[in-house]
Nanobody, 124 residues
C-alpha cells in the first residue's frame, strides 16, 4: 500500500512563497509520475502541476504557470511544489498523487494513490 503525506501548508499573506512537500513510504514514489492537485470549497479538484518520474518533463495549469514550480528528489523519495507570488485564489487543500506510469499524466483519473491533503490559505 502506498501512503502519501503532504506537508507545508499554512496561512500566508498574498505575495508570499510557500513550499509543499510530498513524501511516501517505501521507494515507489521515485519510480512514477507525480501530480499536485487542489480543491477549494464548493469547487472541483483541479490539476496544478505534474512531473514525470525522471523530472525531465513538467506540466503546469495556466493559473499557476510562472508562479509554481514542481520538482523532485528521487534520492529522498520526495516531490516538492514551490509556490511563489501566492494569491487569495490559491487558497485550497493541496493534494499530491502518484500514478503507475512514468510518462506525464495530468488528469485526476490517471492517478492511483492520493494523500490526505494540506491546507493552504492565502490572505489578502
Amino acid at each position: 500500500q502506498v501512503n502519501l503525506v503532504e506537508s507545508g501548508g499554512r496561512v500566508v499573506q498574498a505575495g508570499d512563497s510557500l513550499t509543499l512537500t510530498c513524501d511516501a513510504n517505501g521507494d515507489t514514489l521515485r519510480r512514477y509520475s507525480i501530480g499536485w492537485f487542489r480543491q477549494a470549497p464548493g469547487k472541483e479538484r483541479e490539476s496544478v502541476a505534474a512531473i514525470t518520474w525522471s523530472g525531465a518533463v513538467t506540466y503546469y495549469a495556466d493559473s499557476v504557470k510562472g508562479r509554481f514550480t514542481i520538482s523532485r528528489d528521487n534520492a529522498k523519495n520526495t516531490v516538492f511544489l514551490q509556490m511563489d507570488s501566492l494569491r487569495p485564489e490559491d487558497t485550497s487543500v493541496y493534494y499530491c498523487a502518484q500514478s503507475r506510469t512514468r510518462g506525464l499524466v495530468t488528469t485526476a483519473g490517471q492517478y492511483d494513490y492520493w494523500g490526505q491533503g494540506t491546507q493552504v490559505t492565502v490572505s489578502s
